[in-house]
Nanobody, 124 residues
Framework: QVQLVESGGGLVQAGGSLRLSCAAS????????MGWFRQAPGKESEFVAA????????YYADSVKGRFTISRDNAKYMVSLQMNSLKPEDTDVYYC?????????????????WGQGTQVTVSS
């Protein structure tokens, strides 16, 4: 079992920045690919970013490429999402997810564990 707890969400003006963190506990963190997804009420979940076990390989949705950066610290059992140049359309609940495996994963159904989510609201 892996437990995931997100933090760092909040309210920010358009053009601003936020840094989301996801603290993991349980099994060996380095054995998992990690990802971030987001979802608004009544809408489908959307892939945001993913990172492999080592942190050397990452993948981003086109909508956030160049603005968001995913990173991980295996020693601290932590994955982060630095979000810059935020737009109102980035407003969503952001979820951290873990998938047992060494590569990165981009499909929601591939992930084994999920956090409870953190709200990000970007005002115009």
């Amino acid at each position: 079992q892996v437990q995931l707890v997100e933090s760092g969400g909040g309210l920010v003006q358009a053009g601003g920045s936020l840094r989301l963190s996801c603290a993991a506990s349980g099994r060996t963190f380095s054995g998992y690919g990690m990802g971030w997804f987001r979802q608004a009420p009544g809408k489908e979940s959307e892939f945001v970013a993913a990172i492999d076990w080592s942190g050397a390989n990452t993948y981003y949705a086109d909508s956030v490429k160049g603005r968001f950066t995913i990173s991980r610290d295996n020693a601290k059992y932590m994955v982060s999402l630095q979000m810059n140049s935020l737009k109102p359309e980035d407003t969503d609940v952001y979820y951290c997810a873990a998938k047992y495996g060494r590569r990165y994963y981009v499909r929601e159904y591939e992930y084994d564990y999920w956090g409870q989510g953190t709200q990000v609201t970007v005002s115009s």
